[in-house]
C-alpha cells in the first residue's frame, strides 16, 4: 500500500468502531474506505468521535501510531489477529524500535524478595542494553521499572487505561519518572479507565513488544501468567526467577520451570 491509498488515524479509529478486526483493517485502503464512508451513514458521526479524542490527545502530547504507518512496531504486526489497530504513546516512541526489549512482570503483591529480584532484573537488563517492559502495575511491575529508571536505562510502560489517566493513582509518580527519563507509556485505548478485560490484553502487548518475558515472582494463580501464556504463544523466550526457598509467593515461578514452560533464572 503506498502512502497516498494509507488511512489516516481518524479513519482507522472510525473503522475500529465500526468493529472490524484489525486484519481486515491493515488491508483496507482509501478507495476502499471512501466507499464505506459513502455507504454507512454512521461512519461519519465515528469520525467525528475520532477527531475529538486525537483533539483531546494531542492536547496531551499523546500520539497516535496505527497498522497503517512505517513506525508501526513490527513485533506488534508479528502477533496477527492479537494486533491492535492503534497504539497511543506519551514519550519516546523511539523506544519501540530498539532491537533489544526484555519483559519484566509479576505480582502486584509480591513479597519483598520478590520486590527486590524485580527489581534487580530490571537494572540488570537495563544495564545491558534492554527496554524494560512492564506495566506500571504495583509490585513487581513498580520494582522492574524503577531498577531500569535508577540506571538511566530505557523503560517502557504498557498500560489498559487511556493515557489521560494513571493506574493504579499511586503510580503517579513512577509515571512521572519514567517520562523524565526518556521513556514511554503506551496503550491501546484512547481514553477510559481499566477493567479485567483490558488487562488482560495489556498483558498480551507486553509480551509482543518483548523478545523475551522474565516472570520476577507470582503465586500459583496470578494475572501474571496470562503474559506468560501469551508470551509462550508468540514464540518469546520465557523465564522465571528463582529463589532460595519455595513459597506460597513463588509458586507460579516453579510451577512454569517444572513444567518446562519457562527456563530458571539464578540471579
Not at 158 to 177: F, I
Not at 211 to 231: N, Y
Request: contains cysteine; hydrophobic residues 40%; proline residues 3%.
Amino acid at each position: 500500500m503506498n502512502n497516498s491509498s494509507r488511512l489516516n488515524a481518524d479513519e482507522i479509529m472510525c473503522l475500529q468502531m465500526a468493529g472490524l478486526p484489525t486484519s481486515e483493517i491493515i488491508k483496507i485502503d482509501l478507495t476502499r474506505f471512501e466507499e464505506l464512508y459513502e455507504t454507512n451513514p454512521i461512519y461519519e458521526e465515528y469520525i467525528g468521535k475520532a477527531n475529538t479524542m486525537l483533539d483531546r490527545q494531542e492536547a496531551m502530547a499523546i500520539s497516535a501510531i496505527t497498522v497503517h504507518d512505517d513506525n508501526f512496531p513490527k513485533r506488534l504486526l508479528a502477533i496477527g489477529d492479537d494486533c491492535p489497530a492503534v497504539i497511543y504513546c506519551l514519550g519516546n516512541t523511539a523506544l519501540l524500535r530498539k532491537k533489544k526489549a526484555v519483559a519484566i512482570i509479576g505480582a502486584r503483591a509480591c513479597d519483598k524478595e520478590g520486590y527486590s529480584m524485580a527489581f534487580r532484573l530490571g537494572m540488570k537488563y537495563a544495564q545491558e542494553g534492554n527496554v524494560i517492559v512492564s506495566g506500571l502495575a504495583l509490585g513487581c511491575d513498580t520494582a522492574a521499572h524503577r531498577g531500569a529508571v535508577d540506571v538511566k536505562g530505557d523503560t517502557i510502560a504498557v498500560v489498559a487505561t487511556g493515557l489521560n489517566l494513571t493506574h493504579p493513582k499511586e503510580s503517579m509518580q513512577l509515571q512521572k519518572d519514567i517520562l523524565a527519563s526518556n521513556g514511554l507509556l503506551i496503550s491501546e485505548q484512547p481514553f477510559g479507565k481499566a477493567n479485567p478485560t483490558r488487562l488482560i490484553a495489556r498483558n498480551r502487548l507486553q509480551a509482543a513488544l518483548s523478545k523475551s518475558v522474565i516472570l520476577a515472582q507470582c503465586p500459583e494463580h496470578s494475572g501474571s501468567l496470562h503474559t506468560m501464556r501469551f508470551a509462550r504463544k508468540y514464540g518469546k523466550q520465557c523465564f522465571a526467577a528463582t529463589y532460595t526457598h519455595r513459597t506460597d509467593a513463588n509458586a507460579g515461578n516453579y510451577s512454569l520451570i517444572d513444567s518446562n514452560l519457562a527456563m530458571p533464572i539464578y540471579l
